[in-house]
Structures are given as structure tokens and as C-alpha cells.
């Protein structure tokens, strides 16, 4: 059997920090629907949408702060 190098409290079920900051990630962007496309009335639309380069620039910014958050280093 493989060893993986866990660090402490492996076998206690602790999660790591990278995986509570994604869960947090998960809560904001959908709470604020955060990279999701806006949509439009009727008879209106919006002008030049956010293109999907800045919507996954804006969710790793927002995963950065969410992880510095979990760390104790905001």
C-alpha cells in the first residue's frame, strides 16, 4: 500500500485548507452568481458580456482571497 504524505490528523477526517477554501469558493460564487451569465430582459441586452477569460481570472482572484481567508491570512 502507497503512504501518502497527508501531514497530521489524516486519519482523524480533518480537511485540508485548499478543499474548505473550494467549498467556500462554491458558496460565494453561487450566492453572488459570480461566473455565471446574466441574463437579459425583454428588449434588452446587455452590453458586451464579460468574456469567459475574465470570468475564470475573477474565480481564481476569488479562490486566492477565499484560501488566504482559511489560512488565517486575510
Known amino acids: ?3 501518502t ?3 497530521t490528523g489524516c486519519g482523524s477526517g480533518a480537511r485540508r485548507n485548499e478543499d474548505i477554501a473550494l467549498d467556500l469558493l462554491k458558496f460565494v ?3 453572488a452568481q459570480v461566473g455565471r451569465p446574466t441574463a437579459g430582459s425583454t ?3 446587455a452590453a458586451g ?3 469567459p477569460e475574465d470570468q475564470v ?3 481564481l482572484e476569488l479562490y486566492g482571497r477565499c484560501l488566504k481567508a482559511v489560512e ?3
Open 5 to 7: 504524505n497527508c501531514g
Open 29 to 31: 460564487a453561487g450566492t
Open 57 to 59: 481570472n475573477h474565480l
Open 1 to 3: 500500500m502507497a503512504e
Open 49 to 51: 458580456g464579460t468574456k
Open 72 to 74: 488565517g491570512k486575510a
Open 43 to 45: 428588449g434588452f441586452t
